[in-house]
């Protein structure tokens, strides 16, 4: 997945473990929108700070924070941060 570069095929891979355990511990939905969602949303708008400022900026994140629905870059284009 990581070397054919198929984002799609790695979020369903990755979040399919997610899913699973949310089925069988519903309290953990919040725990998950917390590691992910929440997180990415926040980092999204960080993002967006750090382009706005000269320089080169590195950024070090988990690859499931740049794949699947809430996305760091779903929520980017939402903000019109990307296209």
């Known amino acids: 997945l990581f070397i054919q570069a ?3 095929a790695f979020a369903d891979f990755y979040f399919k473990d997610f899913e699973d355990e949310i089925k069988k511990h519903p309290v953990y939905k919040d ?3 917390a590691l992910l969602s929440r997180r990415n949303k926040d980092w999204a708008l960080k993002i967006a700070d750090y382009l706005d ?3 080169v900026t590195f950024i070090f994140a988990g690859c499931a924070h740049f794949v699947g629905d809430d996305s760091v ?3 980017m284009q939402q903000n019109g941060i990307l296209k």
């Open 6 to 8: 198929d984002d799609q």
């Open 73 to 75: 870059f779903d929520y």
């Open 31 to 33: 725990y998950f929108d």
């Open 53 to 55: 400022e000269p320089g």
